[in-house]
């Protein structure tokens, strides 16, 4: 794994094309700009890694559009040292960047060649992160409370196990909708009783699978 001149270009080109799409959380760019993102990708697609697309990785799975992982992650608003729990690592990408912004971070991942896959690579790579094989509906509640949680799958319904695993002042980003298309949510923990919900723009998503995701097959 090389990250070149001609690749810290393509990531550079890319980063910009996201600030002109209306990323303006600069600590996220720069972020960003730091993850090689052809290292999550086979080396015959090297000239794909910094389009603004997402890509199949296998077993159903793709690689987040960088737009989309920018975008869930501004709204996130991760700070240095927090607790973040990560659901649906798939490739590791999006969880190199939480990583990158300081993250104490728990990801889980479903399928078991996805969560292989991503943690040699990201270990390789140099992060540290507790990568746990299970169902991300149902969170992780080992670590919980959680400063923050992330669902990276489109979800029929927000699964009530995250809501319980935040910590008050906590905040859950998760797309939510049916197979096809979802709207991307925030649901903020003011307190026991009272959740702060606000709908933002659409987006499409591989199914959040598991016990409070989609039953498939």
């Known amino acids: 794994m090389q990250d070149t001149y001609k690749t810290k270009g393509m990531r550079l080109a890319l980063?910009?094309?996201?600030?002109?799409?209306g990323i303006s959380q600069e600590n996220v760019l720069e972020a960003m700009n730091k993850v090689p993102r052809h290292f999550f990708l086979d080396s015959a697609f090297?000239?794909?890694?910094?389009?603004?697309?997402?890509?199949?990785?296998?077993?159903g799975?793709?690689?987040?559009?960088?737009?989309?992982v920018a975008y869930q992650t501004?709204?996130?608003?991760?700070?240095?040292?927090?607790?973040?729990?990560?659901?649906?690592?798939?490739?590791?990408?999006?969880?190199?960047?939480?990583?990158?912004l300081g993250a104490?971070?728990?990801?889980?991942?479903?399928n078991?060649?996805?969560?292989?896959?991503?943690?040699?690579?990201?270990?390789e790579m140099g992060y540290k992160a507790n990568f746990i094989y299970g169902d991300g509906s149902q969170g992780f509640t080992v670590a919980a409370p959680y400063d923050k949680i992330l669902v990276t799958a489109g979800a029929p319904k927000v699964p009530p196990a995250l809501l319980e695993q935040l910590k008050e002042n906590g905040k859950l980003v998760i797309p939510?909708?049916?197979?096809?298309?979802?709207?991307?949510?925030?649901?903020?923990?003011?307190?026991k009783q009272e959740i702060?919900?606000?709908?933002?723009?659409?987006?499409?998503?591989?199914?959040?699978?598991?016990?409070?995701?989609?039953k498939l097959g």
């Open 61 to 68: 799975q793709t690689i987040s559009q960088p737009y989309t």
């Open 196 to 214: 702060k919900t606000e709908a933002h723009d659409p987006f499409v998503f591989v199914p959040l699978l598991g016990k409070q995701g989609w």
């Open 176 to 191: 939510i909708g049916d197979l096809q298309n979802q709207v991307m949510y925030s649901f903020t923990k003011l307190s």
């Open 112 to 123: 078991r060649k996805l969560y292989e896959k991503a943690k040699k690579l990201l270990l």
């Open 46 to 59: 090297v000239s794909y890694a910094y389009q603004d697309k997402a890509f199949n990785i296998g077993e």
């Open 15 to 21: 980063i910009n094309e996201l600030r002109q799409k």
């Open 74 to 100: 501004c709204l996130l608003e991760v700070k240095a040292g927090e607790k973040v729990l990560e659901i649906g690592t798939g490739s590791g990408y999006q969880a190199s960047v939480l990583l990158e």
């Open 104 to 110: 104490n971070l728990h990801t889980v991942e479903y």
